[in-house]
């Protein structure tokens, strides 16, 4: 998938997903402390950075990214919000020595630790960066959105999970693993665990569709090699035609750890 469509499917993300973006960013609030000093692992397009210093009055964010297209993405967004003050970038890879960041009151992780060749020393890096006191939060995907259960294509759409869900695995993608054992053993402590259910049912607005096309897309793209040729003919019949439906629901599931340092 092109970059551009990588970095609109992120934003996509948070927009259709608004709700529980919200309660996240909320529940973290309440955690924090005052004009908190927040990095964000992994920024990407800049969706939780912008959520975080719009929702949390006073913070500022560190947006760390190995990628300078996402990170130019985001320092536009920030600055098209008025938020360029208060939000800056710094490119990094995460799994080399982390720059210094500075003081750290909370450091956010979303979908971003299963892509660490070792959680093990980023987390002690984590550790080492935060204040005493601070917050580690970690939220991962369960499961990648499903788009058309209990309508026609379901079956392929499945499918198409499964086989994505083994290449990830076979990529040493670190999916599904228990962060909050991983903190205590980085030497968090008090690490509560919240499981978060998504699922959204039709009618939903444009963007769903359009977060639905790029998602099946996307899928699609990366198992050439591994789904047959009638789920691959099928999966682009669904993607050309899902701007005619009104049966797509999005389900979801995304489980955060709030650790403290």
Sequence with gaps: MAHDHMIELLDLDAEVLDDYFRDLVAWVGREAP?????????AGSGTASLALARQLPGATVTAVDMSPEM???????????????RIRTVEA????????LG?????????SMHHLADPATALASAYGALRPGGLLVIAELESFP?????????????????????????????????WGDRASQAGF??????????????????????????????MRHGLEERLSAPDLAALDTIVAGLADRDDLSVRTERTVWLARR
């Excluded at 890879?93 to 210094?100: E, G, S």
């Excluded at 003081?103 to 979908?111: E, G, L, N, R, S």
């Design 103 to 111: 003081p750290t009151d909370v450091i956010w992780a979303a979908a």
């Design 93 to 100: 890879d995460l799994d080399q020595p982390w720059p210094d």
């Design 71 to 85: 990170l130019a993405h985001l320092r536009g967004r920030a600055d098209a919000a008025g938020l360029g003050d």
């Design 146 to 178: 499903r788009f058309l259960t209990g309508t026609e294509g379901e079956d392929v759409e499945l499918r198409g999970h499964a086989e994505a869900a083994k290449r990830r695995h076979e990529a040493g993608l670190h999916m599904h693993e228990n």
């Design 34 to 42: 005052d004009r908190p000093r927040i990095v964000d692992l992994g």
């Design 189 to 218: 402590t008090s690490v509560t665990e919240r499981h978060f259910d998504i699922d959204l049912r039709p009618p939903l607005p444009a963007v769903a569709t359009r977060y639905a096309q790029l998602s099946l897309a996307r």
